[in-house]
């Protein structure tokens, strides 16, 4: 079970897992052993995630889907399969979770009396610099 937070789990087996070999240096080692992991996950499909958290975790993540609505994440940070898993999760959980947090709402504000004095001050300044660099007129 991934756990989100107190209300949001997914389980493990709505993940696929493949492993293949990672780049990079690792010696006569990396060419043995696939250590790198690369997580699918279905969000649009999942039953485990509440309503409005899969509508903002999609919006969030449209771009990073697959042409069949997969969530690809893959990680090849360290030389060790659990680890690299243990990664791909950790991601999962942060863009879930950055997801289930509901955005703030914008609150209109109106500019205060002395904002408006000062910006009038400020066009009257550059209005008057403008003035200066014509030339004189002769009547």
């Known amino acids: 079970m991934l756990r989100i937070n107190d209300r949001i789990s997914i389980p493990m087996d709505e993940f696929q897992f493949d492993?293949?070999?990672?780049?990079?240096?690792?010696?006569?080692?990396?060419?043995?052993?696939?250590?790198?992991?690369?997580?699918?996950?279905?969000?649009?499909?999942?039953?485990?995630l509440p309503e409005p958290v899969r509508r903002r975790?999609?919006?969030?993540?449209?771009?990073?889907?697959?042409?069949?609505?997969?969530?690809?994440?893959?990680?090849?940070?360290?030389?060790?399969?659990?680890?690299?898993?243990?990664?791909?999760?950790?991601?999962?959980?942060?863009?879930?979770l950055e997801a289930a947090t509901p955005p703030k709402p914008r609150i209109a504000t109106k500019p205060t009396l002395g904002s408006k004095v000062r910006r009038a001050e400020q066009k009257k300044q550059r209005s008057t610099t403008k003035k200066l660099r014509k030339p004189p007129k002769f009547d």
Do not use: F, H
């Open 19 to 48: 492993y293949i070999r990672s780049g990079g240096p690792g010696g006569q080692n990396v060419n043995k052993v696939a250590t790198k992991a690369v997580l699918r996950w279905r969000p649009g499909d999942s039953p485990s």
């Open 57 to 96: 975790l999609m919006r969030q993540i449209g771009s990073r889907l697959t042409t069949e609505g997969d969530l690809i994440v893959s990680s090849q940070r360290t030389r060790d399969r659990l680890r690299n898993i243990d990664d791909c999760l950790d991601k999962v959980r942060d863009l879930v």
